[in-house]
Structure formats: structure tokens, C-alpha cells
């Protein structure tokens, strides 16, 4: 089925629309903007529903003059992520209303979210590489607003460090995408050289751009960029460092955009690029890149004494092992690279459904109870007995055991590592190893989140409220998605077929070459086979490793606390410099004149440079001959401008400048420009006006300057002040060539044609109709030129009532 | 010639312009931001030439007399009413400016 251009990109269109009209209907609604928002996300669920088992591309000319146009793309794992981005958010977002509640910035949050789901739809459906690079920063710009929600210093560290690394990563995957289109544009193939997916695109023609690719040597070159475009956004090691300070932003953010959407446009990439790019060097950096950082990661999450750092440690975890499991393929089997992308797309479902869930959790508990510390919390299952089956289901899918969900992404990356191993041999028996010691450790971490429920309850903990509905439906829902999907396993084992497994056979398949199909199913094993037996292990080695808890945690702690093995410790080292407050406020001063000053001598000093590398010559001028009028008018301009600077009161000034004014006018007049000298006449006796009813309002402050700064001053002015002079007289000697798309110069062809030409009425196409060039220019030849100015007046104009009239109502 | 002397007009009034942007007096700031632009619309129009009659054509076709470039002028029609939007707009943020900060001295309402 062909998906329906309107459907696809009112999805995308949607969410924008929505977030500009947050900041007014809060006005109207306050509160309930959260479900407006969450209407809105629920619409957007809802249309891209109706797309379900649509694949295909779509594209809507846009500028059909240049040849651009809007292209999406629709398949099983864009309709994974539109589903979770607009599902989850509709219960994030109301979610959101229990939670802000009493919170700070609501409209800004409600928008930014808006305009971030509509951005992660984007990334979703984008079938361009720079549609889905714009899309791809988009995020990266929403998850810096929301991170630094609360304004304070650790939140502003925490924004910057997320903007910083995801941002820069960005950039490295644009560079990676250049390389694509530069390679693609020889392909014969491929129609459309930015077109990552549908007809005539890079993706319909892999083998000839894989071919191209490793010819010209770039293969690796964009598996690292596009790598570390992908790591960086979804927090692999070592650019896992941002997502565990991003925990500054508010509870649902962190659910939505660092556990179930955003970090996944990382794992997205891979999973998107993997029908393109997959080779061994594909298998040894993704396959590695994921593993090291499952197992990294996981131990981290160990150490952790908060708990959303411990699920913000335990995000990056499972990230790596949809990494891995994108990674993992072989040229000589193709069973181990299905095995590979079924691990990813299933986990990338499994992921969002449980850790989602969990963050909601994370939310009502530090809601609730007053604390996020894991030492502080015990118990909690007497007073948030709902609260605590939620917590069961979730976590331990988190921990993949049967017949949870996370257990069976877990068993197909154990089968496929263990294949892999099997068939390759040698070091590739090393992953097996790493992916059954990493799930160790998730084990621990989450029977540990799950232990914040039952045990002791800590005296201080006092009782713990039930949160509203709005508060326990999200979490329950989600719970109750990721228990289907676990109770899917034990049906199938059972001869029924969930339609779960269709749908992520569809995801699978994006994954995978062309042509090939995926007959997604997935069961309890009744067999004892090689990834049951890792299975086995893993739980058993964990559950006798629980008791010991605190000593394994603080044994990673001492090594975790070794400077030098920390990312964090190069990063803070790095940007120290710039974080500390000594050199920021010797650049931004906050003085008008030091940026007037940087910004005029810099223009000046690159215009000079560029005369004298073009080694442009002043034109001889012979005499100085004026006409008298002109030089009459020169001089009272030069003296009007001269007695403004030196005014002894504002009243003065205002009055002298506009004797400078009125001369302007008058050269107008004398320079052929009668419309010219009308309009500069109305606007100044506008702005005179204007300039003594503002001036009446303010102090007549007259600041005397001292004797050294004065010549400083004039010294820099005079520089300026010569630079226009050359650049002057450089190009007023110099006549405009004529453009390559016109017979002859620009000023002829509007002499031409301007008026009405003979042998058509007063009325035609390609020409003017009136006998006032400049007027028909205005409004004929350039009138966005006009609409323009019309605009930035009304923009003045509103920015104006804005300043004044809301901060006399109080409002900003 | 013309454009010397204009040149030498046009540095002047730049550099007039740009020193009272220098001060800390915020109205002179917008008296100095007022200045430039008047001094870059003139620039503009001198770009032109100065040559010519003025751009207003009687009868059908682009016959008679030389006229002045008629694109600069159209250029410059726009800028004089941007202008005016900036200035006013620089104005009401100058007295936002001494609402919050009781002061137009721009030493004392460092960011």
C-alpha cells in the first residue's frame, strides 16, 4: 500500500502548529494545555495508524523552478518511531499535566515539546539526508531547552553539555552525509543525490553505492562520521557522558525525550543506514561500539545513587545493545544478520515500552516521596501498591527475565552474537562473553530499582501519597503494552500468533537488504540451546551476586572515581576554560560599545584586507568640483551630524538631526530622486516626532566622557570612517556587470520595462504599467521587497507593545 | 569630482555616526545608529551614478531622455522605511530600557 502524501505530512506539520499556538492558548486554558498537547500527539497517533502497512515514498513539490522538493518515506521502522513518538507522547503529556503542576515556564515547556515531537516525526518519515539532518538537530536544540528547564547552574551545565556533544556529533553525521551525496552523484542509480530512501535513492540502489563507496576508499571514512553521529545522539561510550546530566530536566522529559524518542534517532541511523552500509568494518565498529558500551554502561548504572541516573546509565545500556544488535551481520550468513537487525528493531519496541514506563515511575517516587536517592527509598510497595505491579512488569523486562518483554530481544542478541562467534570464531567469541557479563550487571541494577518496592521502609520516609490518575494512567498503560508483548511469547509458544510480531517483521525488514523478507517470530524456548544456556547464566550468576550489591557497587565506584578514566574528566578539563568565569566576561562584557566596537573594526578590517588581497587601486579623480546647491548641502549635513555629537542636551540633538535629516532630503532632491526626497521627508518628521515623545520620558542624562576615551574614540570612528571612504570611492568608480541572464544591465532592462510597451493596452504580463520607474519597481518588479518593509514595521510595531504595554500589565 | 567629495562626505558622517554609537549614552547610541543608516541610503543612491534625469517616463516604451538608475532608488525607498521601523523600535526599547533600569547609562545596565 502506498502511504497518502496529505496523512504523512499533516503528521509532521501537526505538532509545529500545535507548539505556536501553545503561548497563546495557555493564556486561555492554562493548565489544561496538557491535554491540548496530548490531543494533538493523540491526533497524530491516530493519522499514523491509517498509514499502518503503507511503504513507500511520498514527495511534494515545493520549489518546482530549483527541482526541490519535500520527500518522506514510509516503512516499518519510520511507523515504529512516528508510533512511539506520538503514543508515548500522549502520555507524556498528560503525565505532564499531574506533574508540572506548580511548576515553572509551562508554556515554554508545552511548545518545546510539541516542536520536539514534531521533529522526531520528522527524523522518523525524512527521506533526505538534509531534511533529516535539520529534523536531527531540531531535537538536539529541544532537548537543550527542556534539559535547562529550571534555570539554575547545574541544569545550564547539564544543557550545555548536552548540546555540545549531541550538536557536535550532528555535524560530524552531516559531513559523513556530504560524503554520501558526493559519492551517490556517480551513481548512476541513484535519481535524486540526496534521496536516502524510496525510488531511485541511495537505499534502492546499496550494492552500486556500497560498490562506489569502497572504491573511492570512503567507506570508512562515513561508518565513522555517520558513527559518531549515531553515538553521540544515542550516548554510546564515550559521548555517553551527556545523558546521565540531562536527568536535570523535568521527569517527562527525561522519560519521552532520553529514554523512548530522542536517543532513539541514533539507533534509528544505524538501523536506517544498515541496508547501505553493512560490511565487516559495519559488524567490527557497531557490533563492538554497542557491546563495550552495554557492558560499560550497565556498571555504571550499578554505581548510581540516584535513580534516575541509574536509569539514565541503564538507557545508554540498552541503546548499546540495539547498537549491537544493528551490528552484528555476516556476509557469509544471512540467518546471523537477521538475527541482527531482529535484535535491534525488537529492542527498540521493548526499550521504549519498559524504560518509559520506569522513568514514570522515577517521576511518582520523587514526586511522591520527596527523595531520588536509592539509599533513602525501601518499601514503597505498601503506599503505591499499583505503583509497585507497574514496577514489576518493567523491571524485570529490564533485567530480561522470562516471560518479560526484554527477554526476548535479549535471547535473540545472545543468539545472534553466539552465531557469529560460531561461524567466524577466533576473537568473535569475545562478544558472546561481553554480551552475557554486561546483562550481569542489568540484572543487578534493575532487581535493585525493583528492591526500592519491597524490603524495609526507611523511618524518614513518612507516607507516601498515591499520585493523581493523571500520574498512574501513562505508566500502566505502558506497562500493560510491554506485559502484551511478554505474554505474546508464551501464546506463540502456544501456536497463537500475536499481530505484534507482523509488525516488527516489518521493522526487521527495513533492516535488511532489499528483497529480502523477515518472518518475525518469537517464543519461550522449550529447547536448551546456546543463548538459553547465556540466559541461564545470566540470571543465576545475578541472583547469587544480589546479596553482595553494596561491595560489587562500591568496587565500581573506586574505579569508576579514577580521574582519567572518565570522559567527564577530559570533557570538564576541555572546557573549563570556557565554563569558568574568566575569560566569558572579558568577551562579553556587557558594554554596547565593546560589541559596536569588535563588530565595526571587524567589518572594516576584513573589507581592508579584501581591497588589498584583490590589490584594488583608488581611482584617480581629477578636481573637486560640486555643483554649489549639492556642496551647500554637504556641508550643513556634515555640520548638522558635527553639532549632534557635540549637543549639550537631547532636545538639541534631536533637533540637529534632523537638520541632517532635511538634508538628506534635499540631496535626494538634487540626486534625481523625487520619491525618494517625499518619503525621507514623512519619515523624518516622523521620527522627529517620535524621538521627542520618547525623549520627554527619559532623564536627560548626558554623560561626560573622559579626555583618553574621547580620542580612543574618535580615533576608532575615524578608521570606520575611512574604510566607507574607500569602499566609496571603489564603487562608485566601478558600473555593474551585465548578469549573465539579461542582454543588457539591470537598470536598462527596468527603464524598459517599466512603462506599458505599445502594442499592448495599459495592462500586460511581463511588463510594468505605470511611467514612475522606481514606483513600478516597488510594486510590480520587487514587491516582496515592499511586503518586506510593511512587514518589519509591523514587527516593530508589535516588539513595541510588547516591551511596553505587557511589562505595565506585569506580564514580562 | 562628485563622488570624491561625497566619499569624503559619506566617511565623515560615518565616523561621526560610529562615535556617538561609542558612547554610553543610550539615545545617542540611536542617534548614532540614525546617522549611519541615513549615511548608507545616501551611499546607495550615489552607487547609482548621479547621472541622468529623473526616473519618471512620459510616453510608452523606454524612449527619451538618460535617466538615473531607478533600482537604487527603489532600494533605498525601502531602506528609509526600515529604518524608521529599527529607530523606532531602538527608541521603545530605550525607554523599557530606563523602566527597568532607572537609568540610560550604559555602564550601569550591563547584561
Known amino acids: ?812 | 569630482m562628485t563622488q570624491f567629495v561625497l566619499a569624503v562626505v559619506l566617511g565623515l558622517l560615518f565616523a561621526l555616526g560610529t562615535f556617538l554609537v561609542l558612547r554610553k549614552d543610550l539615545v545617542r547610541v540611536v542617534w548614532g545608529l540614525t546617522i549611519m543608516s541615513q549615511t548608507a541610503n545616501v551611499y546607495l543612491v550615489t552607487m547609482g551614478g548621479l547621472t541622468g534625469g529623473v526616473p519618471i517616463i512620459s510616453g510608452h516604451g523606454g524612449q527619451g531622455t538618460e535617466v538615473t538608475d531607478p533600482l537604487v532608488q527603489a532600494l533605498v525607498l525601502t531602506a528609509i522605511v526600515i529604518g524608521f521601523g529599527t529607530t523606532a523600535f531602538a527608541l521603545g526599547l530605550s525607554y523599557r530600557v530606563y523602566q527597568t533600569n532607572e537609568t540610560i547609562d550604559l555602564t550601569e545596565v550591563r547584561g
Open chain 1, 1 to 812: 500500500m502506498q502511504p497518502t502524501a496529505g496523512i504523512i505530512l499533516a503528521v509532521v506539520a501537526l505538532p509545529f502548529l500545535g507548539a505556536a499556538a501553545v503561548p497563546l492558548l495557555y493564556r486561555v486554558i492554562g493548565e489544561r494545555t496538557a491535554y491540548f498537547a496530548a490531543a494533538v500527539a493523540a491526533a497524530c497517533f491516530a493519522l499514523i495508524a491509517t498509514q499502518f502497512g503503507a511503504e513507500g515514498a511520498i514527495s511534494v513539490r515545493w520549489i518546482p523552478a530549483l527541482d526541490v522538493s519535500l520527500s518522506l518515506y514510509v516503512d516499518g521502522l519510520a511507523l515504529l518511531i512516528g508510533f512511539l513518538a506520538s503514543g508515548v507522547g500522549v502520555l507524556i503529556f498528560t503525565y505532564s499535566g499531574g506533574y508540572m503542576h506548580n511548576e515553572p515556564g509551562k508554556p515554554r515547556y508545552y511548545a518545546t515539546l510539541l516542536a520536539f515531537m514534531g521533529a522526531m516525526l520528522g527524523i522518523a518519515f525524512a527521506a533526505d539526508l538534509i531534511a533529516l539532518f535539520v529534523f536531527w538537530e531540531l531535537t538536539s536544540v529541544a532537548s537543550f531547552i527542556l534539559i535547562g528547564h529550571y534555570r539554575d547552574e547545574s541544569g545550564q551545565y547539564a544543557a550545555r553539555k548536552s548540546m555540545f556533544v549531541t550538536v557536535s556529533g550532528g555535524l560530524f553525521m552531516l559531513i559523513g552525509f556530504l560524503l554520501l551525496h558526493w559519492v551517490a552523484l556517480d551513481v548512476a542509480s541513484v535519481e535524486s543525490a540526496f534521496r536516502l530512501a524510496g525510488e531511485g535513492s541511495m537505499l534502492a540502489s546499496a550494492d552500486a553505492m556500497q560498490t562506489a563507496l569502497r572504491e573511492q576508499g570512503l567507506l570508512v571514512p562515513v561508518l565513522l562520521l555517520i558513527g559518531i553521529g549515531a553515538a553521540a545522539k544515542s550516548a554510546q561510550v564515550p559521548l555517553h557522558i551527556w545523558l546521565p546530566d540531562a536527568m536535570e530536566a523535568p521527569t517527562p522529559v527525561s522519560a519521552f525525550l532520553h529514554s523512548a524518542t530522542m536517543v532513539k534517532a541514533g539507533v534509528y541511523l544505524v538501523g536506517r543506514m544498515r541496508p547501505l552500509l553493512v560490511t565487516d568494518e559495519w559488524v567490527l565498529l557497531f557490533a563492538l561500539l554497542g557491546l563495550v558500551t552495554m557492558t560499560i554502561t550497565a556498571m555504571l548504572a550499578v554505581t548510581a545513587s540516584d535513580i534516575k541516573e541509574l536509569l539514565a546509565y541503564s538507557t545508554a545500556s540498552h541503546l548499546g545493545l540495539i547498537v549491537a544488535g544493528y551490528g552484528i551481520a555476516s556476509s557469509a550468513d544471512a540467518h546471523i544478520g537477521l538475527l541482527g537487525a531482529e535484535t535491534g528493531a525488537f529492542h527498540v519496541l521493548n526499550h521504549a515500552l519498559f524504560k518509559a514506563t520506569l522513568f514514570l515511575v522515577a517521576g511518582i517516587i520523587a514526586h511522591e516521596a520527596g527523595t531520588r536517592a536509592i539509599e533513602e527509598l525501601g518499601g514503597l510497595s505498601d503506599d503505591l501498591p499499583l505503583t509497585a505491579g507497574i514496577t514489576v512488569v518493567a523491571a524485570l523486562g529490564m533485567a530480561g527475565v522470562p516471560p518479560f518483554n526484554g527477554f526476548y530481544s535479549k535471547e535473540f542478541l545472545f543468539d545472534a552474537t553466539y552465531e557469529l562467534a560460531a561461524h567466524d570464531g577466533g576473537l568473535w567469541w569475545l562478544l558472546p562473553v561481553v554480551a552475557v557479563f554486561g546483562s550481569i550487571f542489568t540484572f543487578l541494577y534493575s532487581i535493585r530499582f525493583l528492591m526500592l518496592f519491597f524490603g524495609e521502609k526507611p523511618e524518614e520516609l513518612g507516607h507516601v501519597h498515591e499520585p493523581p490518575w493523571s500520574m498512574r494512567g501513562p505508566p500502566l498503560l505502558l506497562a500493560v503494552g510491554a506485559g502484551i508483548v511478554g505474554l505474546g511469547g508464551i501464546t506463540a509458544t502456544a501456536g497463537f500468533h500475536l499481530p505484534i510480531e507482523e509488525f516488527v517483521g516489518r521493522i526487521v525488514e527495513s533492516s535488511l537488504p532489499a528483497g529480502e523478507e523477515a518472518h518475525f517470530s518469537y517464543h519461550i524456548p522449550t529447547t536448551l540451546s546456546p543463548p538459553v544456556l547465556m540466559s541461564g547464566v545470566t540470571v543465576a550468576v545475578g541472583a547469587v551476586a544480589y546479596p553482595f550489591y553494596d561491595g560489587i557497587r562500591d568496587g565500581l565506584r573506586a574505579v569508576r572515581d579514577l580521574g582519567p578514566l572518565r570522559p567527564n574528566w577530559y570533557y570538564n578539563g576541555a572546557t573549563a576554560l570556557m565554563d569558568t568565569n574568566e575569560i566569558g566576561p572579558q568577551i562579553h562584557n556587557g558594554l554596547l560599545r565593546t560589541y559596536a566596537l569588535w563588530f565595526l573594526g571587524g567589518t572594516s578590517a576584513l573589507a581592508l584586507a579584501g581591497y588589498v588581497a584583490a590589490t584594488v587601486s583608488i581611482p584617480t579623480f581629477s578636481g573637486l568640483t560640486v555643483t554649489i546647491p549639492l556642496g551647500i548641502v554637504l556641508v550643513v549635513a556634515i555640520i548638522g551630524a558635527a553639532a549632534v555629537t557635540g549637543a549639550p542636551s537631547h532636545v538639541a540633538g534631536v533637533l540637529t538631526l534632523s537638520i541632517l535629516g532635511f538634508m538628506v532630503a534635499i540631496f535626494y532632491i538634487l540626486a534625481d530622486a523625487p520619491d525618494l526626497a517625499l518619503t525621507q521627508l514623512v519619515i523624518e518628521t516622523l521620527v522627529l516626532v517620535i524621538f521627542l515623545l520618547v525623549i520627554d520620558k527619559l532623564p536627560a542624562f548626558y554623560g561626560g566622557s573622559k579626555r583618553w576615551m574621547l580620542v580612543r574614540d574618535g580615533a576608532a570612528s575615524l578608521a570606520v570612517g575611512t574604510t566607507v571612504m574607500v569602499t566609496v570611492l571603489l564603487s562608485t568608480a566601478r558600473t555593474p556587470g551585465v548578469p549573465s541572464y539579461l542582454d543588457h544591465s539591470l537598470k536598462s532592462f527596468f527603464i524598459e520595462r517599466a512603462p506599458p510597451p505599445p502594442e499592448h493596452g495599459s495592462f500586460i504580463i511581463d511588463s510594468g504599467g505605470g511611467h514612475n520607474i522606481v514606483n513600478v519597481i516597488l510594486v510590480d518588479f520587487r514587491a516582496f521587497d515592499t511586503l518586506g518593509e510593511i512587514s518589519v514595521v509591523a514587527m516593530a510595531a508589535l516588539s513595541i507593545v510588547t516591551l511596553i504595554a505587557m511589562q505595565q500589565r506585569g506580564e514580562i
